[in-house]
């Protein structure tokens, strides 16, 4: 009994660990993306660990889960910094990237038939809902770093249904992967015009595509959404 105990209290422990671990994360992802580091400038570990009132030991965890991203780098014996935007060449690549998994994902997906489209529905509508919010702060004139983080996080939930649904485990954890770095894109997003609009009639055609009789249009869908993004990224990234 005292084992079973002392084991669920470690697990417990562990439990709060990585929570913290997970908050911290979230706090400088948020900090990284709202404009107020610049590109090179180096980040302290304990400085942001005083700002959050946290130890070092989540913000180092959450540095190492960030240089993943591509959004810290590290150099031996000077520590993190803020990264550069992507460049319009490897931005080509990461979509380049995308078309390749998310196409067949769809592809894929296509045979999983009601559930998945009740779900892509579902995803689709809190993304239109965090996609109206934002274009009400852009309206009235305010950068909310808070909304913003919420409309890309029901973005990627939309994609994510889809690899959940495709029947391939090596494409999600591909998927999984290449999804750290998109991150990077929203360095680019918050220096232009957002293409919020955009992204919510794409999704809303995707979904179209799912429901009608025609097989090949939910692949045909995703690849010009993806195109579509990709065209506006490099756009933003050229201004």
């Known amino acids: 009994m005292a084992t079973e105990r002392r084991g669920a209290r470690e697990w417990d422990s562990t439990i709060e660990r990585r929570g913290l671990r997970d908050r911290v994360y979230e706090r400088i992802l948020q900090l990284l993306l709202s404009g107020e580091v610049e590109p090179g400038a180096r980040l302290s570990i304990d400085t942001i660990a005083r700002q959050l009132d946290v130890s070092p030991t989540p913000v180092r965890e959450a540095m190492v889960h960030l240089e993943r991203t591509g959004l810290v780098t590290r150099e031996a014996l000077k ?14 690549e990461l979509f380049d990237a995308r078309l390749m998994l998310e196409v067949e994902a769809v592809r894929l997906a296509a045979a999983a038939g009601d559930d ?5 529905r579902e995803a689709e509508e809190h993304h239109r809902s965090a996609g109206e919010r934002v274009i009400e702060a852009f309206h009235a004139g305010r950068n909310d770093v808070d909304l913003a983080t ?15 649904y495709c029947g391939n485990r090596y494409l999600r954890q591909m998927s999984e992967s290449l999804g750290a770095q998109l991150h990077r894109m929203r ?6 015009a957002t293409d919020v609009r955009e992204a919510i009639a794409e999704h809303e055609a995707i979904c179209d ?11 045909r869908m995703m690849r010009l959404h993806i195109e579509h993004v990709r065209a506006r990224s490099l756009d933003l990234a050229r201004d």
Request: hydrophobic share 50%.
């Open 79 to 92: 520590g993190y910094r803020m990264a550069p935007p992507l460049g319009a060449a490897q931005l080509r």
């Open 116 to 120: 998945m489209l009740t779900e892509l």
């Open 150 to 164: 919420a409309y890309y996080a029901a973005d990627a939930a939309f994609h994510e249904v889809l690899f959940r």
């Open 187 to 192: 360095q680019i997003m918050r220096h232009g």
């Open 209 to 219: 595509a799912f429901a009608s009789e025609d097989p090949d249009a939910p692949a």
